[in-house]
């Protein structure tokens, strides 16, 4: 969607919400921005431990299964 997004492009984004938002407003905005995406990078990590530790107890409860019909 954005691949084509040069230099220019993010230079026209920048003036156009400077000047809907005021230079007051950007650096809340990019703050609220920056912690969201921290938030939504731990709740990744911590989805995709949780999963981990399924496969591995899934993995560990067959290796068990098949060393008992040994």
Known sequence: ???NIGIPGLILIL??????FGPKKLPEIGRAFGQT???F?????ELTADV???IDEAKNT???VTENKK
């Open 1 to 3: 969607m954005f691949t």
């Open 15 to 20: 003036v156009i919400a400077l000047v809907i």
């Open 52 to 54: 981990r530790e399924e």
């Open 37 to 39: 995406l921290r938030e």
């Open 41 to 45: 990078k731990k709740s990744t990590n």
């Open 62 to 64: 067959v290796k068990q």
